[in-house]
């Protein structure tokens, strides 16, 4: 090789060569030696290239590459798809040449790559071989054998064709959601039919507004399985948290400031009557959807929720929502606002009511508190690594047992009594108790936002009037039997004595006092 331009004196360098009888690889310079008569000698210098090696993998920044030749840098031959070069010496003792071969590499497979029959990696070696074979005689796919394999979706690394992500049975999924969304559209087919027949003494009697805010919120909590049905993603997950946690306010903020209504009006011990109405509750119910609807758009706009990879019990990945501290803080005011709601249930378990309403929406509280308890146990305790699938089926069960039993337990009565037509029908069981006509769930006594309703009015006057009637016979026979002791009671009448001791006698009776009766 003749000198590069420019140097002083312009000799010739040799390619790298193995001497045999130095047992060495030498690089020589030669350099003519000249005079003004002419050509007087050469002189020739050899160097010792034997400590170099000769890496044909690309050259790394890491690795201390001062005894390597850069020529040689990315001159292997593995295919750059799907494997990678790794520089493996020769450091065996008594190897003073080993760096000097080709082929001293091993193509190694690349992150989402795999090879059966070769996990380790390629020789280079072969690889040469196969190359030199390809360039003397255009063996076509000569690198098929060095090529390593793609892993399946969703694998960063592999060792075989095992699939990393976990499948999911999309027939049982969609029969899951037609049921969810069938039961959606029949809760706003249900809501129609409320406002339809609102002045049906059913319905009027439990406010048709609340109920249809209640149908309203049940319909939003069941959509909740759409919002998760897919791979989940950040938009999905956004869905999930609105649909889940919106209509849960919505529906049981309803029933539960009825509930609250009927709790007020029970502890009332004074003659006046408290009157509550449908527009005071529903300026109380405001100022909680309100948090509500805050809390959910600062956690949407600032940091929304989104979809992790998490591993079942078989090792699979799949997607699902993020749990964080905005999730806890949520889940814990919802659980003390359950709280709240059973502690007001519990406080009306002796409150009459037109229809039972009263005891159903308590039965509704207490189911919700029950159902949310046992599926937190089921999520983090029984089945944590459940897969896809499953978790599915858990969030439909949920949703079942905790919308669509509210829904029975609320609406299905009423329904059935003006299917009977018997809607406009007072509670006979609940007027032997003495509950007047207009006591409800909207509170005893309570003035409806509607126009009075005459006839109504006329039938509270007479229960009145009955009752008055009653109290006045009733002291007039004490009146009487006191300040005519000579009368006796006449068989069979109201103060005859009998041998049941529970039953009423004479205040003249001498076991018993005046004060008594």
Request: hydrophobic share 40%.
């Amino acid at each position: 090789m003749p000198s590069p331009p420019g140097v002083t004196m312009e000799g010739w360098w040799t390619y790298p060569y193995y001497s045999c009888e130095a047992k060495r690889w030498l690089l020589s310079y030669t350099v003519p030696v000249s005079t003004v008569r002419g050509l007087k000698g050469v002189v020739s210098l050899d160097i010792d290239i034997s400590n170099l090696e000769i890496n044909q993998c690309e050259a790394d920044v890491e690795d201390d590459c001062s005894n390597q030749i850069y020529s040689f840098h990315g001159t292997h031959k593995c295919p750059n798809e799907t494997t990678y070069c790794e520089y493996k010496p020769n450091r065996e003792v008594g190897a003073r040449h080993a760096g000097w071969a080709r082929g001293l590499y091993i193509c190694k497979c690349r992150p989402g790559y795999y090879s059966i029959n070769h996990p380790e990696g390629f020789n280079g070696s072969l690889v040469e071989v196969a190359f030199q074979e390809f360039e003397e005689s255009g063996v076509e796919n000569w690198s098929e054998p060095y090529e390593c394999l793609k892993c399946q979706p969703g694998c960063e690394t592999c060792k075989g064709p095992e699939p990393c992500l976990a499948t999911y049975n999309w027939p049982f999924r969609i029969s899951l959601l037609v049921i969810s969304v069938s039961c959606a559209v029949m809760t706003v087919c249900l809501t129609i039919y409320t406002r339809h027949h609102r002045r049906v003494k059913v319905f009027r009697v439990a406010s048709p507004v609340f109920l249809s805010i209640t149908l309203l919120g049940c319909a939003i909590m069941y959509m909740e399985m759409a919002a998760i049905f897919p791979v989940l993603d950040r938009y999905s997950c956004i869905a999930t948290k609105w649909t889940r946690h919106m209509g849960f306010c919505i529906t049981y903020t309803a029933l539960l400031m009825k509930t609250w209504r009927v709790s007020l009006t029970y502890r009332v011990k004074s003659a006046h009557k408290l009157k509550l109405t449908d527009k005071q509750l529903l300026q109380w119910m405001a100022p909680i959807l309100l948090i509500m609807l805050v809390y959910l758009g600062t956690w949407t706009l600032s940091a929304p929720p989104d979809a992790e990879v998490i591993t079942d019990n078989k090792g699979l990945k799949f997607m699902q929502c993020s749990y964080n501290w905005w999730d806890h803080s949520l889940a814990i005011g919802e659980i003390l606002f359950l709280l709240w709601g059973v502690r007001v249930c519990y406080r009306v378990r002796h409150a009459e009511s037109l229809y039972n309403e009263a005891r159903l929406i308590s039965i509704a509280i207490y189911n919700i508190f029950t159902v949310n308890s046992l599926m937190i146990a089921f999520h983090l305790l029984i089945l944590p690594r459940a897969g896809p699938d499953i978790k599915y089926l858990l969030g439909f069960i949920r949703t079942q047992l905790s919308t669509s039993t509210t829904v029975l337990l609320v609406f299905l009565p009423k329904v059935l009594r003006v299917v009977r037509g018997t809607g406009d029908t007072w509670d006979s069981r609940a007027r032997a108790r003495g509950v007047p006509a207009s006591s409800s769930l909207n509170g005893i006594g309570l003035v409806p936002d509607d126009p009075p309703d005459l006839y109504q009015e006329n039938e509270e006057l007479k229960e009145e009037v009955q009752k008055l009637a009653a109290q006045i016979e009733f002291m007039k026979i004490v009146q009487m039997e006191m300040h005519n002791r000579h009368l006796r009671p006449r068989p069979g009448g109201y103060f005859t004595a009998s041998a049941n001791s529970n039953a009423p006698q004479s205040p003249m009776h001498p076991t018993v006092n005046v004060s008594q009766v």
